[in-house]
């Protein structure tokens, strides 16, 4: 099932377990980036136009690489 997981299943698998994500990742800041990637990947998936969505998902990005840098 998590292969057809999208970000609006992965905030939710955080919130259900804020108890163990919350030692690794700040799950309130991370629920509220899913939140914001989440129109991006619609957009992407239907094949609409990006209107500088780049810079979000970088963000993002650079974040996740400084939390797996971490562990």
């Not at 919130?15 to 799950?27: A, E, I, P, R, T």
């Not at 629920?31 to 993002?60: G, Q, V, W």
Request: glycine letters at 2%.
């Amino acid at each position: 099932m998590i292969l057809f997981a999208n970000f609006y299943d992965y905030k939710e698998i955080l919130q259900q377990n804020k108890g163990l994500f919350s030692k690794y990742l700040d799950v309130k800041k991370w629920c509220s980036k899913l939140n914001e990637l989440e129109p991006i990947r619609n957009t992407i998936a239907h094949n609409r136009d990006l209107d500088n969505a780049f810079k979000k998902i970088e963000e993002a990005y650079l974040e996740l690489i400084k939390i797996v840098d971490k562990n």
